[in-house]
């Protein structure tokens, strides 16, 4: 009898004379090219350093892009927003120490919004591992202890040969939900030396799936089914899942609103008659979630943000499906489902019973009534006017995203995504400095589509050096700045709070001075025209920046009462 693992699946003939004369002139970085291109990989992201300039002498004679932009952390942020875009592994290509450690903001981005990165850091040579000082430039004791408590796994390579399954498993951890940042570091003289392992011409690129309990899946269309006031919170992980078909078919089944998080912005359709929209930070919309006596959250650990600022106190029963254990009833007590919402969506909507409710579309329509009412007793006309001037000038399919700046703070609730996967800001972290990098990297993985950046003055400066990627590559990205002379979300913090802020007014440049120094054409706005320059700006192919003076106010919390 022959078993499946008795299986070997034998090499040709000519893989096997490929193997035993392998060209010469190779070296360790040419398996690690070999592996990310025999994988599925097309485009690497990242900067040369001492360490790592083998990797990079590698990509010279490989047929991978290598998109090499001016800081570490913006490099990965770019390398974030083309995991998300794709759905692929994103190669971020680093050097050792210094260069690394630049790059944990950007890491901690992408484990925060599940963003599959791949990055590769070179080490120094294998002899100063170990945790001794000897000297090398970029040293450090335990580079990647430095990095294990931000991403999901951490590979150490210290011979060729370990290579390649270190890429291999590296890869499949970053597409394995949920998905996220890994680290692979590769000692200096591995990279260097010669090799006579054969060229790397397979690869297993297939994550494993995680599938539900279908006794728990099971409980759970039981009790959705049978509830009188059943809602939905759809939150990140639906968009990562590429399951907002699904979830709307069982929305609709079950006649349940739906409310999606700042993470799940897209996940359902913005018109449609059992959206709830985005308004999480809004009392009314916390007390129709707590009324809910099944709450079905796909995708989120209902955090900060999503539970108003922890202010939610659920009244009824909650079914809970999320990929991440960390997240799983981490804030409250529910029917966990350990899965990716793919997978726990489709089981649900094999088996939950079709629901009638005819009130629920007039509840809806109610409490998004409320909200409105609510936005208007505050005189955010303004703030209003200004983000549906960016809705209507983003063409239809246009991905936007989001540094930290008041506006995004309203587009986590206000602005229409436009669909699922289009619209990405950084408060999964919330560091700043995401919104221009973020776009540049979804400018390379769909060409000749119009991507839009969103920052203020304070958080543009941390990649204003971008610029020159941008026009270096032609990338097709229109930087909007919102320039209201500092920080203006933390000035309006600390005035709340102590009376008056501190640290958070800034000199800044003349942005359409500078952006046109770097050669790339900048236009100064205002919110009677922004919507036609920010239109004209994104109909023009290559990079461009529009800049809005104006200071801008965030709506009044409600959590706080």
């Avoid at 759905?87 to 963003?115: I, V, Y």
């Avoid at 990165?117 to 591992?129: D, E, F, K, R």
């Avoid at 509840?363 to 006017?385: F, G, N, P, S």
């Avoid at 990205?477 to 005035?495: A, S």
Wanted: proline share 7%.
């Amino acid at each position: 009898m022959t078993h499946d693992h008795d299986l070997v699946l034998r090499p040709t003939a000519a893989q096997t004379q490929a193997a035993l004369n392998p060209p010469p002139g190779r070296t360790g970085a040419d398996l690690v090219v070999e592996t990310l291109a025999a994988l599925g990989a097309t485009t690497v992201f990242g900067l040369p350093g001492q360490h790592a300039l083998g990797l990079f002498d590698s990509l010279r004679r490989s047929d991978l892009r290598c998109v090499g932009l001016r800081m570490e952390n913006n490099a990965g942020f770019a390398a974030d927003a083309y995991g998300r875009i794709t759905g692929e592994a994103a190669p971020l290509l680093l050097s050792t120490g210094p260069g690394a450690l630049t790059s944990l903001a950007a890491l901690q981005e992408a484990a925060a919004a599940s963003a599959p990165v791949l990055a590769i850091s070179s080490q120094v040579p294998t002899a100063g591992l170990g945790g001794g000082r000897h000297g090398y430039l970029h040293e450090l004791p335990d580079q990647a202890a430095s990095f294990r408590g931000v991403v999901k796994s951490v590979h150490t390579v210290r011979a060729q040969s370990q290579i390649p399954s270190a890429i291999e498993a590296a890869w499949k951890s970053a597409l394995s939900a949920p998905h996220g940042p890994v680290w692979v570091e590769i000692p200096q003289d591995v990279l260097l030396a010669g090799t006579a392992i054969p060229v790397v011409t397979g690869g297993d690129a297939f994550p494993e799936e995680l599938p539900p309990r279908p006794e728990l899946t099971a409980l759970a269309a039981h009790l959705l089914s049978t509830a009188e006031r059943p809602a939905i919170i759809a939150g990140g992980g639906v968009v990562r899942a590429d399951a907002s078909g699904k979830l709307r078919q069982v929305a609709e089944a079950l006649k349940a609103p739906v409310v999606t998080t700042p993470g799940g912005k897209g996940a359902f359709p913005w018109n449609h008659p059992l959206s709830l929209r985005s308004w999480l930070e809004d009392r009314h919309t916390t007390d129709f979630l707590e009324d809910a006596d099944v709450l079905l959250v796909v995708g989120s650990g209902l955090g900060e943000l999503s539970s108003n600022y922890h202010t939610f106190r659920p009244r009824g029963r909650i079914v809970q499906i999320e990929a991440d254990l960390g997240k799983l009833e981490s804030n409250h007590p529910a029917l966990g489902i350990h899965a990716d919402a793919r997978l726990a969506l489709q089981a649900l909507l094999e088996t939950v019973s079709e629901r009638e409710d005819p009130t629920a579309p007039e509840r809806v329509r109610t409490l998004l009534a409320k909200v409105a009412d609510r936005l208007a007793a505050q005189e955010l006309t303004l703030e209003q006017d200004v983000l549906a001037s960016v809705r209507r000038a983003l063409p239809a399919g246009s991905p936007s995203f989001w540094d930290m700046t008041i506006l995004a703070y309203w587009a986590w609730s206000a602005f229409d995504a436009g669909g699922p996967n289009l619209m990405h800001s950084a408060q999964g972290a919330g560091g700043l400095g995401y919104g221009f990098p973020a776009a540049l990297g979804a400018a390379v993985a769909e060409p000749g589509r119009p991507v839009l950046a969103v920052s203020g003055d304070g958080g543009a400066l941390y990649s204003i050096a971008e610029l020159a990627t941008a026009r270096q590559h032609d990338l097709d990205v229109t930087w909007l700045i919102v320039d209201d002379g500092g920080y203006g979300i933390l000035r309006e913090y600390m005035t709340d709070a102590f009376g008056e802020a501190t640290g958070t007014e800034l000199t800044r440049p003349d942005f359409v001075a500078l952006a046109e120094s770097f050669g790339v054409p900048g236009v100064r706005t205002s919110p009677q025209d922004l919507e036609a320059d920010l239109a004209a700006a994104l109909g023009s192919p290559g990079p461009a920046v529009v800049v809005l003076p104006a200071v801008l106010r965030m709506f009044a919390p409600t959590h706080l009462g």
